[in-house]
């Protein structure tokens, strides 16, 4: 039982990271229709962000603050992608710009390869790791702070798209594109500031997995993007709180793969459940049901 | 006898009943029209004819045998083909190949026929050459053979997708608003088309038609539909006059 | 007599005389080439490699290009059977003696596999569209892949299987991609490849017509994967080293960049790619590390400005080239006059 509780503790710190990342994927994919492929890239790029601004300057930057702008910095580079790659191919057949999107992916893995290099930096943890005893239970800080992080900024990011009026100007992008033209929603600042968020909640997302396993790697957004990806489907892609759910539901079962049957499965069972969930409800838990008009 | 036969077809999305309770007989080389206001039910039939949707109640038959919760490539088979309101070509693909395809099930060669070019190969694929070119000498289409579909203008693509219908040969053709967007005069060489198909072709038509000179100046017979249901049948004349229709047109 | 002449000319000019010939004199070129030392080793592996990619990419192209569909796991099915030719090369060994029936047996066995493999991740897939059937190919690769890794019993896992005979020689390679690209291009030009372009171009028109687009669409998934199992045994007997590595994604997207460089429904696209994805970087050693890179620049800037390709949908014909090459001499001609006047 202390052995589930634990794995459970450690799937809901995987889960958070998988449920912020997969965000950026249900939310661009809700606007646009595309597969963001880069988001995994984003995601990396954010923990060298982090990396950068913790580890390089002459001074140190209090650990929110390295947070604030590592996620601002990927909000601009998210924005900055879609603007050079995909805005040109918005009318384009929709295999193009999933081109389009796998070869950013592999342009940003390979540009920080270039200039960061292919060993791995070492993250130290930005915050100390002494555990706190919660209920018997001696959780690490950093575990605690993913987890309460995570469920802070989706809970703003709740609040921002159902109560607020850019908000409102994003559902409605996402449910009819041309009725929000003709509303007067400036649909190329709706979608970039989807990008905007996205990005930013994937560098969080990147950060803590850096942090958790202390590792940063150019190719280190690719697993963990197709799985936040996977979250994203599972989920039902295109509602952000699947997403969450789904993200949440992934990382545990990972946890528990990797905790009862053996970790060398652990990626089979996951995509294996993707091609599972593709089979049955390709909509995910919470996504509607779509089917071509004649 | 008939070649359609469709009883109490019904069809439930959600709440909204699309098609309530509709009933029509078509017979051998029989040109009928099918018309209403926007949102009647009209393509949804044609969807229900072709296998698209599947019928809430209801029966359809077509020379006697019922295709309902077939595939619609398998009512093909059956004898049935249809157009589509927004031009469904292989616009890619040329106007020959467009045809050929349509043709596919009248062929008979396997893959490996093909692979090591045999006999049969030869024989069928000169055979459908033969075939889409007398087709498209009938839709006046033939100085186009090697272009591709979307190359041609519109009114030829509309007579295309009308051509590869038939290239299936079928024994009922189901036309969903062939002149939309056509000018009068394009109309006009419609009507001549649509009459010479079912002249020469032998074929029983089933027709969605805005244009009511169009459908006045060709169908023997018209079913009115509004609201899914069936609310005027007959001959055109008495349904110029019918007040239903009148009143489904032009509101009360 | 003179009737003989006119059939020998016309034999002659035979369009199809015409592409044999040029396929004959490339081989004999470059046979010479090798049997002379002219090309050393190296090279000699990076044509072999030409080849292989020219399979994996022509392959590819009948799912991707052909029929439309989104494929990201392709290496995956290269890996089943590179693994499965490997194996049985290792077990036949013994019993052929050779190389070229022992090739023909284990690419048989491998395309065999790899053609089950399609068909079992093909019929549930391919009832999903686009991104998603893209997705789901891309989860069965790295399911492969895994599976490659984890079965080490069978595979020897992440250390490789070594001791596979290398009987890869340039002829071998040769010709069996000569047969996998006319068989292609003979079955794309047949009614049943016409039904699978016209899936592409509009499933549900293709439908009304009396397609059975479940069908076309497995047959052609199938088709793929079958000749990709074949690429994956050539692949297997070059080396005589197998790693699983040596089939992840990133195998996959290089496959698919070389059928979207040459364009998509296009086969001599997908060979001319083949050649310049090939021998580029190769070229460019030092520029090695800008190799991907290149290749991601290159299919962004493809996509925004030559969505079709370096040849969209077209084929490359030597027979018409005499038809280019004497419009090109009589505008010249035209303009010399031109000028003297």
Redesign the interface.
Known sequence: MELFIRQLINGLNTGSIYALVAIGYTMVYGIIKLINFAHGEIMMFGAYFAFLLAFTLSFNLPFLLVIVLSMSFAAILGVLIERVAYKKLRQAPRISALITAIGMSLFLQHLAQLIFGSTPYVMKPLIDTTPVVLFNFAIPKLTLLTIGLSILFMLLLSFFVLKTKPGKAMRAVSQDKEAAILMGINVDNVISMTFAIGSALGALGGIFYAMTYSQIYPTMGVLPGLKAFIAAVFGGIGSIGGAMLGGYLIGIIETMTKAYISSKWVDVIVFGLLIVILLFKPSGILGKNTKEKV | MAVLEVKHLSIQFGGLRAVDDFNLEVDHNELVGLIGPNGAGKTTIFNLLTGVYLPTEGSIHLNNVSTVGKRPSDIVLLGSSRTFQNIRLFKNMTVQDNIKVAYHNRMDYNIFSSIFKTKKYKIEEARANEIARELLEVFDLLEFEQHLAKNLPYGKQRKLEIARALATNPQILLLDEPAAGMNPQETEELMATIKLIKNQFNVSILLIEHDMKLVMGICERIVVIDYGKIIAKGQPKAIRENKNVIKAYLGE | MKLKLTQLKNTLLDPRFINYTIIVTIFLTMFLLIQTNAVNRYIYNLLIMVLIMIVMSTSLNIATGFL?E?V?GHAGFMGIGAYTAAILGIALRPYIATDLLLFGASATGAMILAGIAGLLVGT??L??R???L???T???G??VR??I??LSSITNGAQGLSGIPRIMTFSIAFWTTVMIVT?IF??M???????I??IR??E??????????TRYKLLAFVLASMFAGIGGAMFAFKDGFLAPNSFN??KS?EI?VIV?LGGMGSLSGSIISSIVLVFLPEYLRDFN??R??L??????II??YR?QGLMG?KEFDFTKIKAKLTTLVTTIKKRLKKGRE
Do not use: K
């Open positions: 439309g989104l990201l549930p897939a009832r999903l686009g991104d998603y893209g997705i789901m891309l989860g069965f790295e399911i895994n599976l890794t984890n068989i003979l079955f030009n047949s009614r049943h490849g016409r039904a372009l016209s171009e509009d549900i028109a293709s439908e009304s017509v009396g397609i059975n687009i994604f990133l997207v698919f979207v590390q800008y991907y890179l290749y991601s620049s290159v299919l962004i996509m925004l969505p949908t």
